[in-house]
């Protein structure tokens, strides 16, 4: 039986340290996989699957794609959710003795992704590992390894799982590294949309393993100094994830060595369910960023400065003095539109300084890249030109911070070529003057087309054959070449080496002793270009830490840049930010819906909360009045000025608060479908369990999924419940306009409703919101205004009309907290419904007897009928 060939041997005995990765198997210009990678990859990628014959292995399935192309299909594999193995020659084919040694380079995987086709300029790419639960608390690590940035965590206390499932909802990682004892422990259905689970063993995040990975990617001081060295549970999850790194990336990681300790509890707490209902980065309607509160303010002009705004508005601080911080920041810039229109060039101009660092330090980087860096950097030069002058402390902090590199900027100006190509194997990269070497190299390249010519006129003055001519081709190299017809001319030293139709191709001696040095020369050219490019890609790998703080500052100079341009061109204003109570806010707009509306628009309103009798607001009023757009725009004010930003209303005063909770009523619930009453109280309970009287509450028609009088019960206890035990801020719109009766009896409750006009049978929503109750729901009129036909609006009328004077009668509108209702009127069958309306509505008087007669007799085979 034949023997597995040598080249099979090596691949499986990759494959088996990769069990469960495509490996993709470098070979000539190929990357093949083989056995269930190749039916897997063929299936997913649609290529086309062939085979081959593996000896005592059969035949083998194989499928391949080209090498030059591989970035494209890995892409399509990590989007189906595969891990990718590639394994490399890791020696020169043509000087290897036997098989090519082979080794895998990198493991791509859904969190590790770095190739810009996959991932999203202006959103982070998270890689994020967990540890602990219980007693001692959590560890949370988060790096994206695009960009170099490293967070770490520590949560404890009661809350600790329902903040940890919150923090992760907001980072929204790619890939989630777990011990295998948590992968089962965490109620990961919290999380929107399921996340990749990389499960892995217990030991590889514990102490002894953990600490030798620390110590092999950060510098001693580092790891004696840092607040998370001496944590045990951040140390084991960033153990772990560095530990996953390691095994993954192979190659040292000098752009993560930075690593910024955090504190959920510093920054308002949004739920995964309030930050997909407030719409603040992701819309309900199609996930973009159309109609949402970053779609408003988004004026960044850099990748880094998007990703950070996105950042900013998902994690809105609580330290008013912080806050103030920015507000005064972006007030500074807004004040002066000249200076804005001056920063923007600037900085359009900057590349993604922490995505090209994390090249430089994958060595990844190419000549272009290093390109981009030097324009940036000289971008930065003119950033800080065009920001002077400032005077706020954090806008005067940044702008201090900002650092051109100006030896950098030399380096690569000196050094590279103005239009490299993308490749670095084929030389063209470095600047003429700039290496004494490759300026030799390349004249003797040009010399030897010199030469050449001139041998070419010499040989055909010297054979006198006119039609001789000098040519080049791969296999032969240079040669001489003369037609048949001259054949007598040759003279004895020339060699013939190829025989055409009419002519013959010869070498001279001469000939090949230059061929040999000019195709040295280009060799050894591309050659020495490339170690020059190396050495200067080292030189900036140097300065990752340098470039990754410039980049943090740019992106916050960005952000507030931003915002001081949203506050100008929608006319926003400064915020108040107080540690006190109050919520005050004049004349106060949706941010997004006021963009959809278009200019003058939007009806603006005020908003009250206090501590005190202000503390629950109850909002009825007719559908489509506008209840549901006013609490929203109550909370997103609220958020605004929490992350810095100014915000639309003429004035504000906000009272810091810790969290807001959202719970919108079930048919507003456009997301995925799970609009169901289920969903409704687990939002519910999420806001009672976790509510401080620090936070602000909006609870839109809650109750709505379930039968009347189950949720006008469910509302009212809720109400109570939060204004006797929770005590936190509340806006409450309903349609049970019974629940009004709570302003006598609750201290802090307050009626307002939205004020609509009448017009005969018209109603004008005048979407201004008002002290007060509505007293009737004009649902019919919205119907009318929908078009539903005239027949089933006057049906619904009559039914109407019973249903309030039944409820009358049972003493439903003056019950008070605790009251008992009776659903019995409810069950009056309907037909008989309509013929005590008709008999109640029969004017007797206007009637003869026999027209009497007539209609009982009528009425009575209606009743008959049902
Ligand atoms: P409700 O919740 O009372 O049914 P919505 O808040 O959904 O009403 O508002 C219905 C529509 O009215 C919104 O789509 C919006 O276009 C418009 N609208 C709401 N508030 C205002 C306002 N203050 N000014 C102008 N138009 C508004
Ligand atoms: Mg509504």
Redesign the pocket.
Known sequence: MAAVTPMMEQYLRIKEEHPDAILLFHLGDFYEMFFDDALLASRLLEITLTGRDGGPLGRVPMCGIPVHAAEGYIARLIEKGQRVAVCDQVEDPKTAKGVVRRAVTRVITPGTVIEGNLLDEKANSFLAALVGGGEEGWGLAVADVSTGEVNTAFLDGPRAEATLIDELSRLAPREILVPDELASRLDWSALPGPPALTVRPGESFALPAVADVLRAQFPREELERAAWARQPAMIRALGGLFAYLAATQLRPLAHLRRVRVYTPGRYMVLDAATRRNLELTRSLVDGGRRGTLLGVLDYTETAMGGRLLRGWIEQPLLDPELINERLQAVGELAADTLRLDALRPALSRIYDLERLAARVAYGTANARDMLALKASLEAVAALREAAGGLSSALALRLVEALDPCPELIGLLGRALADEPPVTIREGGLIREGYDAEVDRLRRLGREGKDWLLALEAEERERTGIRSLKVGYNRVFGYYIEVTKSNLHLVPPEYQRRQTLANAERFVTPALKEYEEQIVHARERLVECEYRLFVEIRERVLAEVPRLQRLGTTVARLDALYALAVAAVRHGYTAPRVTAGGRIFIREGR?PV?EQA?GPG?????DALLDDDGQRMLIIT??????????MRQVVLIVLMAQMGSFVPAAEAEIGVVDRIFTRIGASDDLAGGASTFMVEMRECRTIVEQATPHSLVIM?EVGRGTATFDGMSLARALLEYIHERVGAKTLF?THYHELTALEDSLQGVMNYT?RVAEDGQNVI?L?KVVPGRANRSYGLHVARLAGLPEEVIGRAAVILATLEREQWSSGVKEAGPGARVTQLQMFIPEGEQVVLEELRRLKVDELTPLQALNRLDELQRKLKEK
Not at 601 to 605: E, I, K, L, R, Y
């Open positions: 949706h819906v509306l628009a939007f009806v603006p309103n009023g007719p559908n489509m009045a506008g209840k549901s757009t006013y839109d719109s939205t929503f979407r």
